[in-house]
């Protein structure tokens, strides 16, 4: 079956008794037992819930793996699989990496005795360097954001196994119609599924896949035991959003293709970040994804640009989010990257000049437009000054 129509069929043929073509929302908590010592399956909707399951089952096949987890929020997933780690463990992470997941990283599981040292994957003998005895872990997103660098998902986990770490995989950015890390060797994969999955900036979520029974026993009783899963509501509009997520994903990818090439040639642009353009990423991202994807990042000339820009865009909202069908642009470093102490996000690149577009899937004339007026005007912004 293609990829596609796997995406679009998630939920069907699973209510015989109705037929139901959209699986039904399930609110009830608690399920009644046929006789003693028996189940139906369900019993208590913390541990397991109809429509939580038909979404888990779905991520769990398109991810390639054996069992999935839906949690109330991308935070909430990380949170969760952070709990396979004990106190004293250490994690290898990528350097750049989304601002909450360094925070909880930072704020909460260090004061539980967790470390945490920040690489550039790019460089696996950076990985050897930062392993101690303590290491248990890996930590990667790819392409990483903001700067869209490709870490070479195959190379990263095949030293983790080596080493007996568990390798977990932020697959926000990709979604398995581009990328299935699993297949490449990671552990355990991770979505913020408010992003791409949802689709449309409407559900807070999280998915975890495990690849393999032991790491999945051990999911299920963490998922169970922490329980900060999803509800059947949001589960529901979340397998909705899935279905046309095949459809999406191209769309924001095309789009930002034809955003990129626009904004290569700008004169108030120095500088776009997309996986297909640096050599190395795109050598990388060629073999291990199928696609792009649609988020790109870009630095204008002049600091002065930033705020006279995001002011005069019309169409495209200033605000810090992903993955859904309307265009969203963020200003990094004092929105999804404050949390980044100024020394490591300079020493990244994310610096105060660096824009990042969630491109939506509207008609890719009328981005540009919107881009080009407001890149005029903060460019006019600065030479009238100048
Ligand atoms: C948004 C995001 C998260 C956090 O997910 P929430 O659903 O906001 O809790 C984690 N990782 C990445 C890459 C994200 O973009």
């Not at 909202?317 to 996000?345: D, F, K, W």
Request: proline share 4%; glycine share 8%; hydrophobic share 40%.
């Amino acid at each position: 079956m293609h990829k596609q129509t796997e995406w679009v069929q998630i939920g069907k043929n699973r209510d015989p008794e109705t037929g139901a073509v959209s699986f039904p929302v399930y609110h009830s908590t608690v399920y009644q037992h046929p006789g003693a010592g028996e189940s139906t399956g369900f019993d208590y909707a913390r541990t397991k819930n109809p429509t939580r399951s038909v979404l888990e089952e779905a991520i769990a096949r398109l991810e390639r793996g054996v069992a999935g987890f839906a949690c109330s929020s991308g935070m909430a997933a990380i949170q969760t699989a952070m709990g396979l780690f004990s106190q004293g463990d250490h994690l290898i992470v990528s350097l750049d990496l989304y601002g909450g997941t360094y925070r909880l990283f930072e704020e909460v599981l260090s004061r539980y005795g967790l470390s945490f040292s920040y690489v550039d994957f790019q460089d696996p003998k950076a990985v050897e360097r930062a392993a101690t005895s303590r290491t248990k872990g890996i930590f990667i997103e790819t392409p990483t954001n903001p700067l869209m660098q490709v870490t070479d998902l195959s190379k990263i986990c095949h030293i983790a196994r080596k080493n007996g770490w568990i390798s977990l995989v932020d697959n926000t950015f990709m979604t398995p119609y581009f990328q299935q890390p699993l297949l490449l060797g990671a552990d355990v994969v991770i979505h913020s599924a408010t992003k791409y999955l949802g689709g449309h900036n409407d559900v807070l979520a999280g998915l975890i896949v495990t690849g393999e029974r032991d790491l999945a026993e051990k999911v299920a009783s963490l998922h169970n035991g922490i329980g900060a899963v999803l509800g059947p509501q949001d589960s529901w509009l979340l397998i909705r959003g899935m279905k046309t997520l095949a459809l999406r994903m191209e769309k924001h990818q095309e789009n930002a293709g034809r955003i990129v090439q626009y904004l290569k040639q700008h004169p108030g642009v120095e500088e776009v970040f997309y996986p297909s353009l640096l050599p190395q990423s795109r050598k990388i991202q060629d073999v291990q994804a199928s696609g792009y994807g649609g988020m790109l990042s870009f630095r204008v000339k002049k600091a002065e640009m930033v705020n006279p820009f995001l002011s005069s865009l019309q169409l495209i909202s200033y605000a810090e989010s992903l993955g859904g069908v309307e265009s969203l642009l963020t200003h990094p470093a004092t929105q999804t990257h404050a949390e980044i102490p100024e020394e490591i996000r300079k020493r990244v690149g994310v610096c105060d000049r660096l824009l990042r577009m969630s491109v939506g899937i509207e008609h890719p004339e009328d981005l540009i437009h919107d881009l080009a007026q407001a890149l005029d005007r903060s460019l006019s912004n600065i030479t009238r000054r100048g």
